[in-house]
């Protein structure tokens, strides 16, 4: 097959669906019990057809299964990938894990971080064996033992946007003592898809108390709005990532899951526009003036 490529800047690959996490909150709804992975078929075939300058490997969690991300990395820099990140929950890592990561090609850790206390941390998590001192403990061995950078994100929720200062407080003192090691730290409104529900969204108006503040320490805010929250947000001058589609999040890049599935969103409950395997010679421009592919057009190079 000799299928027409379609390049997009940035590509985020669901390595796995499998976590030991089991966050209420979780937008893909990923969990222990489930077991599928990219295949290294797939991810030769989207480097192919995609030509991605900077790619993404999310979950699920990516460090459950090093056995395939210390190759993938490899492979996205064979790829000619000038940028590799994972999403991690940073459990998993330790010193040793870190390292090969890092010589496998990896540039950048993005990691959530929405308290530092332990009960509250294994109860956002879903898990009674989550540890936030060993996310902490691979914080510091990131900045003291790489040189990897970090980009930390914040989840947004009734629950947790208390401990907002506190986290960023934390974050931003490594940041001053580590300069050039952080990217922004990343707002992330409650997504209300997957398991979380209405009552665990924040009030626009607490958000909008945390923007109204985010000068105050080194360490820049972002944050990632939908659709209308953009507008309400722009008063105040913060960077808000483009929306393409009010359900989607406008950072997240194209997106293919663990079976081919291509999409613009990596949140659950929105299908795919296709399947990468499966779209045939000469139907790439068919996806492509198709409504249900809007989405991917705008954010495809051509
Ligand atoms: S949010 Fe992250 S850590 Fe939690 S279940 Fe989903 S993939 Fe796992």
Redesign the pocket.
């Known amino acids: 097959m000799n299928h027409q490529a379609i390049p997009v800047p940035s590509l985020e690959f669901q390595l796995t669906d499998t976590?030991?996490?089991?966050?209420g909150?979780?937008?893909?709804?990923?969990?222990p019990s489930k077991k599928q992975s990219l295949s290294p078929e797939l991810l030769q075939e989207t480097f192919r057809r995609m030509r991605p300058e900077s790619v993404i490997f999310?979950?699920?969690?990516p460090t459950i299964r090093m056995d395939l991300l210390a190759p993938y990395i490899r492979a996205a820099r064979a790829a000619e990938v000038k940028t590799v990140k994972i999403?991690t929950?940073l459990e998993l890592l330790d010193p040793e894990r870190l390292m090969q990561l890092e010589d496998a090609g990896l540039n950048i850790v993005h990691f959530?971080l929405n308290t530092l206390e332990p009960e509250q941390h294994r109860n956002l998590?879903?898990n009674p064996h989550a540890e936030v001192t060993r996310v902490l403990e691979n914080i510091h061995v990131i900045l003291e033992q790489t040189r990897l950078k970090l980009k930390p994100e914040f989840v947004c929720m009734h629950e947790t946007v208390e401990n907002f200062w506190d986290v960023y407080d934390y974050l931003n003192d490594l940041h001053v003592a580590h300069p050039g090691r952080f990217e922004t730290i990343e707002l992330q409104r409650l997504i209300l898809l997957?398991r979380a529900c209405d009552a665990s969204a924040p009030k626009t108006s607490e958000i909008a108390e945390i923007i109204s503040r985010r000068t105050l320490g080194a360490l820049q805010v972002d944050a990632l709005c939908f659709g209308q929250e953009g507008a309400q947000f722009a008063p105040y001058g913060i960077h808000v990532f483009p929306c393409y589609n009010p359900a989607n999040c406008g950072c997240s890049p194209v997106r293919v899951d663990v079976n081919g599935g291509v999409s613009k969103t990596n949140f659950a409950g929105l299908q795919a526009d296709f399947n990468i395997m499966n779209v045939p010679d000469g139907g790439i421009e068919r996806l492509l003036s198709s409504p249900c592919s809007a989405s991917l057009k705008a954010c495809a190079k051509v």
């Open positions: 976590c030991q996490n089991n966050c909150f979780c937008a893909n709804g990923d969990s999310s979950g699920g969690e999403n929950n959530a998590r879903g997957g």
